[in-house]
């Protein structure tokens, strides 16, 4: 899987949630549904509006994954979730996308500076400028047979363990890099 992606296409399944709707606006996107609880902004006048109670167990970002998921998604490129004032907010979203991992998919959180992958027994390639970091760590335990191929820093069927940052910024060298991880979870930061 390649990581590198645009922005939403026509072709796309966009789902706002809850406040992301003003930025759908603001960049001249439709939205497919905005779901949310709308306790931080205000319910949108559309037909296309699930709302759900402030008192849940769920993210709003959750929620639009489970409806993606619903709706047969297995991709999924989440804008707007790093950064800001809720710190929270943002771990909540990587731990989202251990969720999407675990689930059989594959989610990108997408950054104005910096974007995350969580992949599961599997492997990805991107690319990046000569001398850009990227980090790899083990998340939710223990990652066997991990290996980075065409970074500076190469590592060949490594065993990661999440309390030791041992893949923390490798870098770019003008090519493809290719993260592979045989059995577990790692989340994988670069830069935009």
């Not at 902004?41 to 709003?60: A, F, R, S, Y």
Request: charged share 25%.
């Amino acid at each position: 899987m390649k990581s590198n992606r645009p922005f939403p296409t026509e072709n796309d399944y966009v789902i706002a949630a809850d406040g992301g709707y003003k930025h759908c606006v603001r960049f001249g996107i439709t939205p497919d549904i905005v779901i949310g609880d709308f306790d931080s902004t205000k319910k949108p006048e559309l037909d296309n509006v699930e709302v759900h109670p402030v008192m849940k167990d769920d993210t709003d970002t959750m929620l639009a994954i489970k409806h993606g998921f619903e709706k047969g998604y297995k991709y999924f490129y989440i804008y707007g979730g790093i950064g800001g004032e809720r710190t929270d907010h943002t771990i909540a979203n990587i731990q989202s996308l251990g969720y999407i991992a675990e689930h059989g998919g594959m989610g990108f959180l997408i950054g104005d500076r910096e974007n995350f992958v969580v992949i599961k027994d599997t492997h990805m390639s991107f690319n990046g400028k000569s001398g850009d970091e990227f980090s790899v760590f083990a998340f939710g335990g223990i990652a066997e047979g991990v290996c980075e191929i065409g970074a500076e820093y190469l590592l060949e069927n490594a065993t990661l363990s999440p309390f030791y940052p041992l893949g923390v910024s490798n870098k770019f060298v003008g090519e493809e890099v290719i993260v592979s991880v045989k059995k577990g979870c790692l989340l994988i930061k670069w830069n935009s």
